[in-house]
Nanobody, 121 residues
Framework: QVRLVETGGGSVQTGGSLRLSCVVS???????????IDWYRQRPGLQRELVAS???????YYAGSVKGRFAISRDNAKNTVYLQMSSLKPEDTAVYYC????????????WGRGTQVTVSS
């Protein structure tokens, strides 16, 4: 069974940085490396939203609100995807989650618990 564990959140002041990690277990390195992986966030009172994505070839996508401040990367040997967040703003406060479509699965697997990021002004 696929398991997603997000870590690295915390409390920072405006302008600070954090690096989030998402470790994916239950899939082989081959499956992991071929998957596109997404970072989402859920801000208080709002629906979960896509923040960044990374494809199997390393191509990336960023939501407009984070472009130029966040960077997504992956280490296939560790089944891990990262989200480097810089120049953080209070509106980045959210629970951050990762997910992907593994192998022949038709959709996302069960979500992990996420990691809380709190940015104070």
């Amino acid at each position: 069974q696929v398991r997603l564990v997000e870590t690295g959140g915390g409390s920072v002041q405006t302008g600070g940085s954090l690096r989030l990690s998402c470790v994916v277990s239950g899939v082989s390195e081959v499956i992991f490396s071929s998957a596109a992986i997404d970072w989402y966030r859920q801000r208080p009172g709002l629906q979960r939203e896509l923040v960044a994505s990374i494809g199997s070839s390393g191509n990336t996508y960023y939501a407009g609100s984070v472009k130029g401040r966040f960077a997504i990367s992956r280490d296939n040997a560790k089944n891990t995807v990262y989200l480097q967040m810089s120049s953080l703003k209070p509106e980045d406060t959210a629970v951050y989650y990762c997910n992907g479509i593994w192998g022949d699965n038709p959709g996302y697997t069960d979500w992990g618990r996420g990691t809380q990021v709190t940015v104070s002004s």
